[in-house]
T-cell receptor, first 114, second 114 residues
């Protein structure tokens, strides 16, 4: 059974709309992350949270807003969608944060913006 | 600036052959280094990690990697590949202090021919 659940697996959106990507982890971890994998680019770090607090944000645009309603949840709200936002978004978690590196990844949510 | 370079975008080998996937990193401090693997339509999984000590580290499924500080490299090796090893392999760097993000290489697509 997957320990990190991402929903939806696939979604299509129109330019200008808003979507929320859901992530829940059942590993009992304290740190959660979002990474993005665009076509022809390496995985890019977006956000890290520890104990539901934002620790690092490498996303230039405020259109991307993480939301942590519970310790094991880290959703990603994306507003005013653009075609360049098309990517697979991976949620990850770790027991603790800060350079431990041993992350557990979900299967990703593939977003296509038309 | 920290970076990871995987010079080979695609590698094709025959089943039973030996394998080396190359990785070079750039980081002025002490790096934490990892190899992750991504099988089709799955999330990323940790293969092995290097923090310190013996420069040769063992991972799952017969993979190993060798750290070289003088060459700034962390190459992945396997003595005899299996068709199920076909996947994308990512070399990953974490700063040794104060960083919440992983720096991913662009990945190497490995195809094992039967």
């Amino acid at each position: 059974d997957p320990k990190i659940i991402q929903k939806p697996k696939y979604l299509v959106a129109v330019t200008g709309s808003e979507k929320i990507l859901i992530c829940e982890q059942y590993l009992g971890h304290n740190a959660m992350y979002w990474y993005r994998q665009s076509a022809k680019k390496p995985l890019e770090f977006m956000f890290s949270y520890s104990y539901q607090k934002l620790m690092d944000n490498q996303t230039a645009s405020s259109r991307f807003q993480p939301q942590s309603s519970k310790k094991n949840h880290l959703d990603l709200q994306i507003t005013a969608l653009k075609p360049d936002d098309s990517a697979t978004y991976f949620c990850a978690s770790s027991q603790t944060g800060e350079h431990t590196g041993q992350l557990y990844f979900g299967e990703g949510s593939k977003l296509t913006v038309l | 600036a920290q970076s990871v370079t995987q010079p080979d975008a695609r590698v094709t080998v025959s089943e039973g052959a030996s394998l080396q996937l190359r990785c070079k990193y750039s980081y002025s401090g002490t790096p934490y280094l990892f190899w992750y693997v991504q099988y089709p339509r799955q999330g990323l999984q940790l293969l092995l990690k290097y923090y310190s000590g013996d420069p040769v580290v063992q991972g799952v499924n017969g993979f190993e990697a060798e750290f070289s500080k003088s060459n700034s490299s962390f190459h992945l090796r396997k003595a005899s590949v299996h068709w199920s090893d076909s996947a994308v392999y990512f070399c990953v760097l974490s700063a040794s202090s104060g960083s919440w993000q992983l720096i991913f290489g662009s990945g190497t697509q490995l195809t094992v021919m039967p």
